[in-house]
């Protein structure tokens, strides 16, 4: 594919995601009201070597990135549903071309739903931070949500649009629960505190804090993100396999 | 002489197709030579889109041999040189008409201005339209103007007017004359017999997966034509209903009569004349289905 076709599809992408109610409200809307709501109840005190108010601005933050990531899973599903992935099989945008291009817009409106939560935080509830910690707590967000961008890829391949909607639900809550996203995983039982440890979702949150307690996420982390990408990866070409080989 | 790659056309020997138990097409051949418009016609199931998806590289034959344009259909589709309007097709959503076209373009290899495809296809007046708020044949529309985007020089048209509305349905057949005008190939599937009459330049019939007639469409006419008389004459002679003005096929169960005639006129005339006095009459118009029946039992029989 050419440039200029790559960013003619970008563009497309991003501009359908940015317009779909279903953005403005989970990736931007929720998070955004949810901050306000827990930092006025909770963000007295520090957590993790950070403002509680810190801690949960990063916290809504990765909710709503992980939320734009996993949401590609829902486009691609329903466009294999309505027939459109067909039509583009009659076009030169190859099938990986059309994965990798939805696995890039995923990242791209992942940055506004960081951003807007981060621009809330130093604007109403205080957060002051030197740029260079913004820049880093958003760079590794954003290389966190790896995992999740391509478990997306994998639910959108294999499942249908009605199944998706549910699993994709539960489990996104039950990441964010079980990674600490909610409630700090220290006040967790210690076998269950170890589960969390083991998931994306901790090292995601952890990869948007640490910056701020002037670390970074480390290299246990970044291999734990990195197992469960490759993993998504690996099943989400197996589901691709299979559904472009049903035809 | 040798021939030029698009002088071959479309190119289908010996091809077949089975989901599971159901051969949905059995050893199809066709040639459509450039320049052609050629209608698929059958009723539902008769392998037309079966068929269609195979020339288009969406779907494997278990047997058989195509090429377009001397190619296989992938390399023609990925070419450019394939458009194609699928037959159960959403579209895209959270974009405009024009956005659509726009992104279309830009994944073809090649492809022809977005503001022309606007125009053939009906749609500048809608191109600042999201595709979520289009009526059904607007959303037909477009899927044409989809299928115009790579310029193609074969356009495969799966059963394109079927959400239309007989004054779109005219306005979209008028744009195609256009548009072949300029010597482009049309593979088009429809279950209109009066479609393909009017828009082909030959029809190929297809039934169970065969192909049981080809030829120009006033032949194939004569074939599946014709209405059906009903009616219940007491003591029916067949000879006698057979020597009926244009009658093709004659059944007759007790009383009950049924007459398939090309002129259906004289025949009802004669139906009910004093000689013959029929009642209960009723007229039909063709039914495909029945004479697509009718013309693969006897071909099995013969």
Known sequence: MTATATATYLRTEVRRTLRSPRYALFTIGVPVGLFLVLASLYGSGTQDGISGTAWIMVSMSVFGAMGAAVSIGGRIAGERAIGWTRQLRLTALSGRAYVAGKAVTAFLVAVPALALVYAVGAAFEGVRLPASQWAEAAGWSLVALAPFVALGIWLGQWLTVDVLGAVSGGLFTALGILGGIWVPVDQFPSGLAAVSRALPSYWLAQAGREPLAGSWVGWHGITVLAAWTVAFVLLAARAYRRDTARA | ?302
């Open chain 2, 1 to 302: 002489m040798t021939e030029s790659p698009l002088a071959a056309g479309l190119r289908i020997r010996g091809l077949s197709k089975s989901y599971g138990p159901v051969r949905a097409v059995d050893r199809v051949d066709l040639d459509i030579v450039s320049g052609e418009t050629v209608a698929l016609l059958g009723p539902n199931g008769a392998g037309k889109s079966t068929t269609i998806d195979i020339a288009l590289g969406l779907t494997r034959p278990d047997a058989g041999e195509v090429t377009v344009f001397g190619r296989s259909p992938a390399e023609a589709t990925a070419a450019g040189l394939v458009g194609a309007m699928l037959q159960s097709g959403g579209l895209l959503t959270e974009v405009t008409v024009r956005e659509l076209l726009e992104f279309a373009a830009s994944v073809y290899p090649r492809s022809m201005p977005v503001a022309e495809v606007l125009a053939r296809a009906g749609l500048t007046e809608l191109a600042g339209r999201r595709t979520t708020k289009l009526s059904g044949g607007q959303v037909q529309r477009v899927r044409f103007a989809l299928a115009l985007v790579p310029d193609p020089e074969l356009l495969v048209l799966d059963e394109p007017t079927a959400a239309m509305d007989v004054e779109t349905r005219r306005g979209f057949w008028a744009s195609m004359r256009e548009l072949t005008a300029a010597g482009r190939t049309v593979l088009f599937a429809t279950h209109y017999l009066e479609e393909a009459d009017q828009y082909a330049d030959r029809v190929v019939l297809l039934a169970r997966g065969r192909v049981v007639a080809d030829g120009p469409a006033t032949a194939i006419k004569a074939v599946v034509g014709g209405r059906t008389i009903r009616a219940t004459l007491p003591g029916a002679d067949p000879d006698a209903l057979r020597a009926l003005p244009g009658v093709t096929s004659v059944e007759v169960h007790g009383d009950a009569v049924s007459v398939r005639s090309t002129d259906s006129d004289g025949a009802l005339r004669a139906l009910l004349s004093a000689q013959l006095a029929a009642h209960d009459v009723e007229v039909a118009g063709a039914d495909l289905e029945e004479a697509f029946l009718s013309l693969t039992t006897s071909g099995a029989s013969a």
